[in-house]
């Protein structure tokens, strides 16, 4: 499995961004695209994540009602749909695929397979 983002920039405070992601190679059947966000220096924080069969979505607390995650099955890409972005938003963004097996997939799921990461800066 191969993951490719994209979208990631400068912005300022209140602006949007889309970020996509790309996935190719083998994937299971069923199987989740989870958003994760990264400050050097401070752990991992998981953003959004979404079942690519039947669309069901987690979100972090910190980024929801303003952030939305999407999927195009057909283009194998999930969205990560940013607004309202403050500078506590700025990290660098990576995906993640895992097979779905239920449950929360931002919380209780450990990703094997990882893109290389896409920055968004936010300036106030």
């Known amino acids: 499995v191969q993951l490719v983002e994209s979208g990631g920039g400068l912005v300022q405070a209140g602006g949007s961004l889309r970020l996509s992601c790309t996935a190719s190679?083998?994937?299971?059947?069923?199987?989740?695209i989870a958003w994760f966000r990264q400050v050097p220096g401070k752990k991992r924080e998981g953003v959004a994540c979404?079942?690519?069969?039947?669309?069901?979505?987690y979100y972090g607390d910190s980024v929801k009602g303003r952030f939305a995650i999407t999927r195009d099955n057909a283009k194998n890409t999930v969205y990560l749909e940013m607004n309202n972005l403050k500078p506590e938003d700025t990290a660098r963004y990576s995906c993640?695929?895992?097979?779905?097996?239920?449950?929360?997939?931002?919380?209780?799921?450990?990703?094997?397979?990882w893109g290389q990461g896409t920055q968004v800066t936010v300036s106030s």
């Open positions: 993640a695929e895992e097979p779905w097996y239920g449950g929360d997939c931002l919380r209780v799921y450990e990703y094997d397979y």
């Open positions: 190679g083998k994937m299971p059947e069923e199987y989740t």
């Open positions: 979404i079942n690519t069969i039947n669309g069901q979505t």
